[in-house]
């Protein structure tokens, strides 16, 4: 019996370290990435016509279903004028994530890579502090040809670094948040 009331003291001491080590608040993540489930790029002639719609749909995310891709066919010679949207189609209703990526501007930039079809893609949108944001583009069209347009979404790009002003991501850095490969056809 003595042994085990030389002991007890310690008792009260481990209840403060326990109880206060549960207190601790869940740590706070300052951007928690969104889904991203659809991704459509409309491109409308700059001289009037029909938009020309590139969509990516993936309702259930990384794996499961394959997702859907509507490629598109444009004019040759032609000028477009080039508006992405980015939802979040899991919620009901949709949730619009272009809105988040103009709000965090800086925080956000959209990379098109062209390969092998004639075209060509510049920003007609920037941030606060004069970067690049690429929800809005202008698509440029020469002679007839396909390949592939890559779109691809990166948060927290450095956007100073060589090259990504002018859309080159090699140097952007930062974390994908969504990348999609369209079949292009110029024609």
Not at 59 to 66: E, H
Not at 83 to 109: G, K, R, S
Not at 150 to 174: F, Q, S, Y
Request: glycine letters at 8%; charged letters at 20%; one cysteine or more.
């Amino acid at each position: 019996m003595k042994n085990n009331l030389k002991y007890l003291w310690a008792l009260p001491l481990l209840a403060v370290v326990s109880l206060t080590s549960c207190e601790k608040d869940d740590p706070e993540i300052p951007n928690e990435e969104e889904l991203i489930t659809t991704l459509v790029y409309t491109l409308t002639p700059d001289g009037g016509g029909t938009a020309v719609e590139f969509r990516f749909t993936d309702l259930d995310g990384d794996g499961g279903d394959a997702p859907v891709i509507t490629n598109g066919t444009l004019a040759a010679n032609t000028a477009y004028s080039g508006v992405i949207t980015l939802l979040n189609e899991a919620e009901t209703p949709a949730e619009d994530i272009t809105e988040e990526v103009e709000e965090e501007a800086e925080e956000h930039q959209l990379f098109y890579q062209v390969a092998t079809a004639n075209a060509t893609v510049t920003y007609s949108d920037t941030d606060d502090d004069g970067n690049p944001i690429g929800i809005e583009t202008n698509f440029t069209t020469g002679d007839a040809s396909s390949g592939t347009l890559t779109i691809t979404l990166r948060h927290e790009p450095n956007k100073a670094a060589a090259g990504v002003a002018d859309g080159n991501i090699a140097n952007a850095g930062g974390e994908t948040d969504i990348e999609v490969t369209f079949i292009v056809t110029v024609q």
